[in-house]
């Protein structure tokens, strides 16, 4: 049964994209607002993509408009540019067919909104909502929402072998919203946890990462293991007395690098080991070597032994993901750290007050692998707090060091 109720207060950003649904309603055919930007608004969260669902076809959207790109015109979704911002238009459509778990194989063109909305993933997302802000809610979105339930629409089993990863997504919703799985949706997920392993490592990452910045992560990290998704993501199969104790720590994290460098404290990770990790999730090298850096800080701090070093090595943002982090699982509070941090007598080595140059200049040094090697030892004796950072202190230092080299 359809419901349909009007919105208040209409956003900007659907204002902003009034005139494209007005055009192709101009011309006879139908089109709204679908979605999660729907869903957000109707949670007064900040939106992020306005797309647009209608019944004309893709040539059809083309014909009304005359700057478009076709970014997915198999899906049948056309990129409108006509008014400066870029609005994507799919069409209504049913789906058949997913051998790889993912992409469907079929993709047939309809003029039913219905049909459209019910190959949505979550009831929460098969909203739709016209120019005048009513919405059309033809699977318990809003009631769910109301009552902060994840269903999945139609038949979980279904749904979950169309787009494994919306066992994922209905997770991260789950610890984002700070939601619930409903059970047959819950249950479906644990019955299809191993089709996770047809997804795409990056696009799981993606996911995790959400759900681990969510608001209730605990949550969202119980329900990973509770429905066995954890055993078929990359390192940890073997993790579930880790995880159970992450879960009961009460974190909060807010990035990337926090979310990896408390999992690699909890599973007491080497240098190494965290690299072969995170190249197993396909991720960025500057993210592995900032959680490399905050993690060997973690494993500092909580056996306090951490030197001025350890702090200048990691750097300010580092320096303040562990402080996070500890704060966070830890009844003691770590915040001296950064005040620590800030006290340093440098925090870069373009700060020194002699540069190669000048040694080269003064006929201390000339141009040599050694004078990198000097250069690198005034850094660190400054940082340490051994020499001061001015430049007759540094010459001396340099002498010294020399005359002791040799």
Known sequence: MAIIVKMGKVPTEFKEALPILQRIEKAGYEAYFVGGSVRDTLWHRPIHDVDIATSAYPSEVKELFKRTVDTGIEHGTVMILDHGTGYEVTTFRTESGYQDYRRPDKVKFVRSLKEDLKRRDFTINALAMSESGQITDLFGGLADMKAKIIRAVGD???????DALRMMRAIRFASQLDFQIEAKTLVGIKRHSHLLEKIAVERTHTEFVKMMTGRDAENGLDLMVATDLYQHMPGLTSRQSQLQRMIQSHFKLINEVQVWSLLAFYFNFSSQEISQFLKSWKTANKIIDDVILTTELLFRMTADQVANWDLYRAGRQNVTNAVAILNT????????????????????KKQLKITGGQLIKAGILKPSPELGKVLNYLEKAVVQATVRNDEQALINATTSFINEDD
């Open 156 to 162: 979980p089993d279904e749904r979950f072998n169309e």
């Open 329 to 348: 699982i830890s009844p003691a509070s770590f915040s001296a750290y950064l005040t620590d941090y800030q006290k340093l007598p440098i925090t870069d």
